[in-house]
């Protein structure tokens, strides 16, 4: 199996930045799309962005302009920059991969990192 690691969340006013960071490890043999997605209070969890094993990117029309999502194989690790940021973007942030363990491809998930932007 693989794990997901989060970090980078936390409370940032309104207009500032925050880089999140999630590392896959354990049993990879290779991995193709990491992603991030949003769980707004009350609200179903929703795709933010994705950057696929070739490097192509795609991003939810609320982020773009604001949000870069990149990742570097050597380190299993996807990062998402997040600039300007508005109050509209707390949530609880979810980063994925979509690897192949050993015995399979699936999606595997990271623990969640809380993301607080006060206006």
């Known amino acids: 199996q693989a794990q997901l690691v989060e970090s980078g969340g936390g409370l940032v006013q309104a207009g500032g930045s925050l880089r999140l960071s999630c590392t896959a490890s354990?049993?990879?043999?290779?991995?193709?799309?990491m992603g991030w997605y949003c769980q707004a209070p009350g609200k179903q969890r929703e795709l933010v962005a994705v950057?696929?094993?070739?490097?192509?990117?795609n991003y939810a029309d609320s982020v773009k302009g604001r949000f870069t999502i990149s990742r570097d194989n050597a380190k299993n690790t996807v990062y998402l920059q997040m600039n300007s940021l508005k109050s509209e973007d707390t949530g609880v942030y979810y980063c994925?991969?979509?690897?192949?363990?050993?015995?399979?491809?699936?999606?595997?998930w990271g623990q969640g990192t809380q993301v607080t932007v006060s206006s």
């Open positions: 994925y991969a979509q690897l192949d363990y050993g015995m399979g491809t699936r999606r595997f």
């Open positions: 354990g049993s990879i043999k290779s991995i193709n799309a």
């Open positions: 950057i696929t094993g070739g490097g192509t990117t």
